[in-house]
């Protein structure tokens, strides 16, 4: 991740799965040959209705919250 920046959630996170898709970490795991999304980790995933960040995967590019129908997600300086 970069170490100046951080990717954060708002309470206003509708689950729709948008961040997931768009997530370029997320995307290069899913082509891995033995991909399994079960065991995967991912940067971003859905659960019980809101996104999830992990961020020892996250890389804070910032393409999830350009891509956020409700503008949930947002990039903050730490």
Same mark, same amino acid.
């Given at each position: ?13 509708? %689950?729709? %799965?948008?961040?997931?898709?768009? =997530? ?21 995933? *859905?659960?019980?209705? =809101?996104? *999830?960040?992990?961020?020892?995967? =996250?890389?804070? =590019? %910032? ?6 129908? *409700?503008?949930?997600?947002?990039? *903050?300086?730490?």
């Amino acid at each position: 991740m970069a170490k100046d920046k951080k990717l954060v959630r708002s309470t206003n996170c509708n %689950g729709c %799965g948008i961040c997931v898709t768009v =997530c370029p970490t997320n995307t290069k795991l899913s082509k891995a040959e033995d991909f399994d999304i079960d065991h995967a980790k991912l940067a971003i995933h *859905v659960s019980n209705g =809101c996104a *999830v960040i992990d961020y020892d995967a =996250c890389i804070a =590019c %910032g393409i999830c919250t350009k891509n956020c129908p *409700v503008s949930s997600l947002a990039m *903050v300086q730490i």
